[in-house]
Structures are given as structure tokens and as C-alpha cells.
């Protein structure tokens, strides 16, 4: 007859044998994806659902990214992730740096007021752009009444050189005034243009002799001409080849204006540049009476243009 201890541990055994058994065919059935062959094991809740497991997708590094960029990507680490995205952004920016200097270089260089046209000036012996003529913007002419003067014999350096000079011309110019005058006193219509011949013969006589004694107490020798040079006897030819009328009278009066422009500025500057010398006081006295002709005929010319 069997002891009471052995059949306990016969029943021990028993239920150890089932509760593995029960295990094993939970388990086998939670892998497989099958129905739970024994009920007993779904009721004990030892079989989890089964986990879906899927085919991992395709990954395809970037271009640049390094070699063991495999190594650095997994499922579970987001850590590792964005150090690798953090390792392949950086550089990438860092390489779009230099593109606001090349761009900057890239565009051209501003334009220069004073060379519009962009061309390269060519340099002197120091390394500096020569001086450039000023000249008058696009589109802005002259006014009718306006004198156009040459830069290069404008100058009122160059338009006295010495004593000779300035006699010459001043001469010359008084002469003119004389000989056109009374052309104009015989074939002028306007009585104001009478009027203003009439005073150039007076006041220019006078000026040519206080002319001749200036430049005489300065150089004895000199010699003073008693006629016109080529460009104002044309001029004074021109004139007495016109008839009488209104045509005249607006030849003369712009022939006018022009002397008187050349012989103020001829004046002024020899009375600037040789103070003290008779013929600079001379020429600072009669400076005064040229501009009040200079302001007549002006007014004798605007008075046509109306």
C-alpha cells in the first residue's frame, strides 16, 4: 500500500508536468499565429498577442553621408539620429557661407558719374587718372543769349600773356568797334541801335587814345596797330555788304555782343594779373565803361529774340 507522502508528491508532480505542458502549447500557439489549441492556456493568460513583424524598408544614405552611417542609424536610437543629422546639416551650411562674397564679387562695379560710359582712363606715370574737361550734362544746351567759350582759350591765364598781347587786342578791338558803328550809323533802322553806334564811336575813341599813352609809358618802343586782323575785317566786310533793314540791325547788335563778352574779359583779367603798371590802371578804369556797353547791347539783343 502506498505511503500518504508519496501519493502528495506523485500529485505535486502531476500538476508541475501540466502547468509546463500548458506553457509549452501557449507559447507554440502565440508563435505560430494559430488558434490557442488549448483553452486552458488563453483562460491562464500566459500567451501574449502575437507581435507583427514586418519587413524592414530599404534605407538609402544621402550622397555625403559617411561610411559607417549604417552603424548610426537604428530603430530604437533617436539620440544617435539626430547626431547624425546634426553631423550631415552642418557642413552643408557651412558651405553655402562663401556665397555672399562670390556673389559680391560677381556683380559689377558701380557706375561713375564722371564715366558714364564705364571706359578704363588711362593712368600717368604716378599711378593717377588725368585731369577731365567738365562738360555739361546731357540734354542741358545753351541759352540763345548764352556765350560758349572754349575751355582752352578761356583762360584767362592764356588770354594775356604779356604786355604785347593785351595791346594788340585792345587795339584791334577799339578799332572794330569804330568801324562797325559807323556802318551802322548809315544802315541801321532801329534809333536805339543809332543811338548805341554813336556812343561806341565816342567812348572807344577816347579808350584808343588813353590806350596808346598807357602802353607807351610802359615800353616806349611798342607798336600799336592801326587796323583789323583777318577775323575782324571779314567781319566788318560782311556787314557792309548787308542792306539796310532789320537784318542788319540784328547782325550788327550780335556782333556786338560777342566783342564786348572778349573785351571785358580781356580787360578784367590783364587789370587782375598786373596791378600797379599803367596799362593794368588803365585797364581798370576802363573796364566800367565796357560793361555798361556789355549791358546795352544785351538789352538791344534780348529786346530782337522778343
Do not use: W
Amino acid at each position: 500500500m502506498a505511503s500518504p507522502g508519496r501519493g502528495r508528491a506523485s500529485d505535486l508532480t502531476k500538476r508541475r508536468v501540466r502547468r509546463a505542458r500548458l506553457s509549452h502549447f501557449g507559447r507554440r500557439a502565440c508563435r505560430s499565429r494559430r488558434p490557442f489549441r488549448d483553452e486552458r492556456a488563453a483562460s491562464a493568460g500566459r500567451c501574449r498577442p502575437p507581435r507583427m513583424e514586418h519587413a524592414p524598408a530599404e534605407r538609402v544614405d544621402p550622397p555625403n553621408a559617411p561610411a559607417n552611417a549604417g552603424a548610426l542609424f537604428g530603430r530604437n536610437s533617436m539620440k544617435t539620429a539626430r547626431i547624425t543629422a546634426a553631423a550631415l546639416v552642418v557642413p552643408a551650411f557651412l558651405s553655402l557661407a562663401p556665397v555672399p562674397a562670390a556673389f559680391a564679387q560677381s556683380q559689377p562695379p558701380a557706375m561713375d558719374p564722371t564715366n558714364p560710359s564705364g571706359a578704363t582712363q588711362p593712368m600717368d606715370s604716378e599711378g593717377k587718372a588725368p585731369d577731365v574737361v567738365p562738360r555739361a550734362p546731357a540734354g542741358q544746351m545753351p541759352s540763345p543769349g548764352q556765350q560758349v567759350m572754349n575751355p582752352a582759350t578761356s583762360n584767362p591765364t592764356r588770354a594775356t600773356t604779356d604786355l604785347k598781347t593785351f595791346v594788340d587786342k585792345a587795339a584791334i578791338s577799339g578799332v572794330y568797334e569804330i568801324a562797325t558803328a559807323e556802318v551802322a550809323l548809315k544802315r541801321a533802322t532801329n534809333p536805339e541801335i543809332k543811338a548805341f553806334a554813336q556812343a561806341m564811336i565816342t567812348d572807344h575813341t577816347r579808350l584808343s587814345r588813353s590806350l596808346a599813352r598807357a602802353a607807351r609809358r610802359a615800353d616806349p618802343s611798342i607798336v600799336i596797330p592801326a587796323g583789323l586782323d583777318a577775323a575782324h575785317a571779314q567781319e566788318l566786310k560782311r556787314l557792309q555788304g548787308m542792306k539796310k533793314g532789320a537784318a542788319f540791325d540784328r547782325a550788327y547788335v550780335m556782333g556786338q555782343l560777342l566783342a564786348h563778352q572778349e573785351a571785358v574779359g580781356l580787360f578784367g583779367t590783364y587789370a587782375k594779373q598786373n596791378r600797379g603798371t599803367p596799362l593794368a590802371t588803365f585797364a581798370r578804369q576802363a573796364l566800367p565803361v565796357l560793361q555798361t556797353h556789355l549791358a546795352h547791347v544785351t538789352a538791344l539783343s534780348e529786346q530782337m529774340v522778343q
